[in-house]
C-alpha cells in the first residue's frame, strides 16, 4: 500500500514537492485555500485584462527546465518563453537607461558610461558564474540540517570563492564607481529582501543570471508556468483540493496522522507544509510540537512587504519597457524606511510591470494592463487613503519621466498590500519574499525544513533556499528528497 503525502500548499514549493514525491511512489494529495493552483502566483482577470498577482521575472531558466527534465519534459510542453530585448529598462532623474539582452551591447554600455569598466564587468560575471554553479547545484540543493553537509572538499575549496563574508556593494564597488552601473548591478539583491551592503558578495550569481542567462516572459504570463506546474503534477498523479483551507492536525506520538479542513480529517503518512512556515507552526501545530518560539519568528529578517497596483488603462503606455524600474530616488533613503527605520518612504523606487507590451493577450486591443510595485517595509497597516496617496505619488514621477498622467485612462483598478498578504496568504508580519537572505539566515541558519514533529517538513520562501520562485522550485526537490530518505515506500 502506498504512503500519503499530504501538501498544504499549491504554490512553486508546493507544487514542485508534490510532482517529486508522487514520482517516487507516494499517494500525493495538495490541499489549497484558494480557487485555483499558484498560490502567490495566481492570475487575475478582468473585462479583458489579464494580470499576475505575484512574480513576474522569469529569471535563472536553467532552474526550470531541471525541474521539468526530471520529468523528462521540457518548459517547451507547457508554455512558450520569448526572451525580452531589452531585458528592462531604468529611469533614472535624467531618463531611462535600456539595458539590452547582448552581452557585447551590455558590455559598450558600460564601457560609454565608464570607460574601461567591460573589462572588469567580464571578470566580476565570470567569478558570478562561478558562484552560480557552485551556489546551486553544491549549496542551494543542500537540505541544510547539518553544517557536516558542507564537509565536502568541492564544497569546502568553493566556499572560500563564495564571498559569503564580504558584502554585494563593496564588490561592485571595485567593478565600477559609476553610480549608474553601480545601481544596475545591485538591483537583483532586491529580489533577495536585503540591502545591498547586508547582502553576501555570493549573490552576484544574480547578475550572471540577470546578464548571460537573461530575462524571458512565458506567454500568457507567470501563471502559464503554474499551469504547467499543475498539468505535470496531475500527470505523476497528484490529486489536487481546492477552497480547502488547513485549519490543523490530529496527532499519533510526536507524528501528525491526519490534517484537518474544518471537521474533515485528511489522513497522512507524511506532511509537506509549502504555506507560511509560521502560521503553520504557530497557529495550526500544537504549543509542545513547534520547533520555533513566537519570539523567534518575532525576530527574523524578513525582506519587503508590498504595494501592489493592477491598472487596466484605456490606452496604450509610450517610452517604458515591459519591465521598468523607477530608480528616480535615492536607493538608499528608499532601503533605510524599508530595513533600518521602517516607516512609509518619502520618494519610493518602484517597479512596473506592462505584460501587454510583449503579449496582445494580457489587455484589449490598444490598451494596457499596467501592474506597479512598491517595495514596503513588513507590518506597516494601510488604509484606503494611504494607497490612493502612493498611487498619486507614482502617477506623478511617472508623468514627469513620460508625459502622461496614467490617471485619466485607468479603467480599472485593484491594489494588495500588507492586510491583504496576511488576510490572502497568512503571511508573516505581511511579509511579500519571504526572509531576507543576510548572512545570518543563510543555509543552517535559516528555519529548518524539518518540524519537531516526525513527518512534518516545510517548504517554500521561509526555508531553504530562500526567496524568489527558482529557490522555491529547488526547495520542493529538497524536500522530496529528504522525505523519500527518512519515510521510505518499502
Given at each position: 500500500m502506498?504512503?500519503k503525502?499530504?501538501?498544504?500548499?499549491?504554490?512553486?514549493?508546493?507544487m514542485?514537492?508534490?510532482a517529486y514525491?508522487?514520482?517516487?511512489?507516494?499517494?500525493?494529495?495538495?490541499?489549497?485555500?484558494?480557487?485555483?493552483?499558484?498560490?502567490r502566483?495566481?492570475?487575475?482577470?478582468?473585462?479583458g485584462?489579464?494580470?499576475?498577482?505575484?512574480?513576474?521575472?522569469?529569471?535563472?531558466?536553467?532552474?526550470?527546465?531541471?525541474?521539468?527534465?526530471?520529468?523528462?519534459?521540457?518548459?517547451?510542453?507547457?508554455?512558450?518563453?520569448r526572451?525580452?530585448?531589452?531585458?528592462?529598462s531604468?529611469y533614472?532623474?535624467?531618463?531611462?537607461?535600456?539595458?539590452?539582452?547582448?552581452?557585447?551591447?551590455?558590455?559598450?554600455?558600460?564601457?560609454?558610461?565608464e570607460?574601461?569598466s567591460?573589462?572588469?564587468?567580464?571578470?566580476?560575471?565570470?567569478?558570478?558564474?562561478?558562484?552560480?554553479?557552485?551556489?546551486?547545484?553544491?549549496?542551494?540543493?543542500?537540505?541544510?540540517?547539518?553544517?557536516?553537509?558542507?564537509a565536502?572538499v568541492?564544497i569546502?575549496?568553493?566556499?572560500l570563492?563564495?564571498d559569503?563574508?564580504r558584502?554585494?556593494?563593496?564588490?561592485?564597488?571595485?567593478?565600477?564607481?559609476?553610480?549608474?552601473?553601480?545601481?544596475?548591478?545591485?538591483?537583483?539583491?532586491?529580489?533577495?529582501?536585503?540591502?545591498?551592503?547586508?547582502?553576501?558578495?555570493?549573490?552576484?550569481?544574480?547578475?550572471?543570471?540577470?546578464?548571460?542567462?537573461?530575462?524571458?516572459?512565458?506567454?500568457?504570463?507567470m501563471?502559464?508556468?503554474v499551469?504547467?506546474?499543475?498539468?505535470?503534477?496531475?500527470?505523476?498523479?497528484?490529486?489536487?483540493?481546492f477552497?480547502?483551507?488547513?485549519?490543523?492536525?490530529?496527532?499519533?506520538?510526536k507524528?501528525?496522522?491526519?490534517?484537518?479542513v474544518?471537521?474533515?480529517?485528511?489522513?497522512?503518512?507524511?506532511?509537506?507544509?509549502?504555506?507560511?512556515?509560521?502560521?503553520?507552526?504557530q497557529?495550526?501545530?500544537?504549543?509542545?510540537?513547534?520547533r520555533?518560539?513566537?519570539?523567534?519568528?518575532?525576530?527574523?529578517?524578513?525582506?519587503?512587504?508590498?504595494?501592489?497596483?493592477?491598472?487596466?488603462?484605456?490606452?496604450?503606455l509610450?517610452?517604458?519597457e515591459?519591465h521598468?524600474?523607477?530608480?528616480?530616488?535615492?536607493?538608499d533613503?528608499?532601503?533605510d524606511?524599508?530595513?533600518?527605520?521602517?516607516?512609509?518612504?518619502?520618494?519610493?523606487?518602484?517597479?512596473?510591470?506592462i505584460?501587454s507590451?510583449?503579449?496582445?493577450?494580457?489587455?484589449p486591443?490598444?490598451?494596457?494592463?499596467?501592474?506597479i510595485?512598491?517595495p514596503?517595509?513588513?507590518?506597516l497597516?494601510?488604509?484606503?487613503?494611504t494607497?490612493?496617496?502612493?498611487?498619486?505619488?507614482v502617477?506623478?514621477?511617472?508623468?514627469?519621466?513620460?508625459?502622461?498622467?496614467?490617471?485619466?485612462h485607468?479603467?480599472?483598478?485593484?491594489?494588495?498590500?500588507?492586510?491583504?498578504?496576511?488576510?490572502?496568504?497568512?503571511a508573516?508580519?505581511?511579509?511579500?519574499?519571504?526572509?531576507?537572505?543576510?548572512?545570518?539566515?543563510?543555509?543552517?541558519?535559516k528555519p529548518?525544513?524539518?518540524?519537531k514533529?516526525?513527518?512534518?517538513?516545510y517548504?517554500?520562501?521561509?526555508?531553504?533556499?530562500g526567496?524568489?520562485v527558482?529557490p522555491?522550485i529547488?526547495?520542493?526537490?529538497v524536500?522530496?528528497?529528504?522525505?523519500?530518505?527518512?519515510?521510505?515506500?518499502?
Amino acid at each position: 500500500m502506498k504512503k500519503k503525502a499530504i501538501v498544504i500548499g499549491s504554490g512553486f514549493a508546493g507544487m514542485s514537492s508534490a510532482a517529486y514525491l508522487a514520482q517516487a511512489g507516494y499517494e500525493v494529495e495538495v490541499l489549497e485555500m484558494h480557487d485555483g493552483p499558484g498560490g502567490r502566483g495566481r492570475q487575475w482577470v478582468h473585462e479583458g485584462y489579464t494580470f499576475d498577482l505575484g512574480p513576474s521575472f522569469y529569471w535563472m531558466p536553467d532552474v526550470f527546465e531541471t525541474f521539468f527534465g526530471h520529468f523528462g519534459k521540457k518548459s517547451s510542453d507547457y508554455y512558450e518563453l520569448r526572451r525580452l530585448d531589452p531585458s528592462y529598462s531604468i529611469y533614472f532623474e535624467d531618463g531611462p537607461m535600456p539595458i539590452p539582452a547582448q552581452m557585447s551591447e551590455i558590455e559598450a554600455l558600460f564601457d560609454r558610461l565608464e570607460p574601461g569598466s567591460a573589462v572588469r564587468l567580464r571578470a566580476f560575471l565570470k567569478d558570478a558564474e562561478y558562484k552560480y554553479r557552485v551556489g546551486i547545484d553544491d549549496l542551494v540543493r543542500k537540505p541544510s540540517r547539518s553544517v557536516l553537509e558542507f564537509a565536502d572538499v568541492r564544497i569546502l575549496t568553493g566556499l572560500l570563492r563564495m564571498d559569503l563574508l564580504r558584502s554585494i556593494r563593496s564588490s561592485i564597488a571595485k567593478v565600477v564607481s559609476h553610480p549608474k552601473l553601480r545601481q544596475l548591478l545591485e538591483f537583483p539583491v532586491l529580489f533577495l529582501g536585503a540591502t545591498p551592503s547586508n547582502t553576501p558578495a555570493l549573490y552576484s550569481l544574480m547578475n550572471y543570471s540577470d546578464f548571460a542567462q537573461g530575462t524571458w516572459y512565458p506567454v500568457g504570463g507567470m501563471y502559464s508556468v503554474v499551469q504547467g506546474f499543475y498539468q505535470l503534477a496531475q500527470e505523476q498523479g497528484v490529486k489536487f483540493h481546492f477552497n480547502q483551507e488547513v485549519t490543523g492536525f490530529a496527532y499519533e506520538g510526536k507524528s501528525i496522522s491526519g490534517v484537518y479542513v474544518g471537521n474533515t480529517l485528511h489522513t497522512a503518512d507524511v506532511v509537506v507544509a509549502s504555506a507560511d512556515y509560521a502560521h503553520v507552526e504557530q497557529k495550526l501545530v500544537k504549543p509542545e510540537f513547534r520547533r520555533y518560539t513566537a519570539n523567534y519568528w518575532a525576530k527574523r529578517k524578513m525582506a519587503p512587504s508590498a504595494f501592489m497596483y493592477y491598472l487596466g488603462l484605456d490606452t496604450k503606455l509610450t517610452g517604458l519597457e515591459h519591465h521598468t524600474l523607477f530608480f528616480d530616488a535615492d536607493f538608499d533613503t528608499h532601503a533605510d524606511a524599508i530595513y533600518t527605520n521602517p516607516r512609509w518612504p518619502e520618494k519610493p523606487l518602484f517597479y512596473l510591470s506592462i505584460a501587454s507590451a510583449t503579449d496582445p493577450s494580457a489587455a484589449p486591443e490598444g490598451k494596457d494592463a499596467l501592474v506597479i510595485l512598491i517595495p514596503m517595509a513588513t507590518g506597516l497597516e494601510d488604509d484606503d487613503a494611504t494607497r490612493q496617496r502612493y498611487l498619486d505619488m507614482v502617477a506623478e514621477r511617472m508623468k514627469a519621466q513620460i508625459g502622461m498622467d496614467i490617471r485619466e485612462h485607468i479603467v480599472i483598478q485593484r491594489s494588495f498590500a500588507y492586510r491583504d498578504f496576511v488576510k490572502e496568504y497568512h503571511a508573516h508580519r505581511g511579509n511579500a519574499y519571504g526572509l531576507a537572505n543576510t548572512l545570518d539566515q543563510t543555509a543552517i541558519l535559516k528555519p529548518s525544513l524539518k518540524g519537531k514533529l516526525n513527518n512534518l517538513y516545510y517548504a517554500g520562501q521561509l526555508t531553504v533556499p530562500g526567496p524568489g520562485v527558482p529557490p522555491c522550485i529547488i526547495s520542493g526537490e529538497v524536500v522530496a528528497r529528504e522525505i523519500t530518505k527518512e519515510h521510505p515506500l518499502v
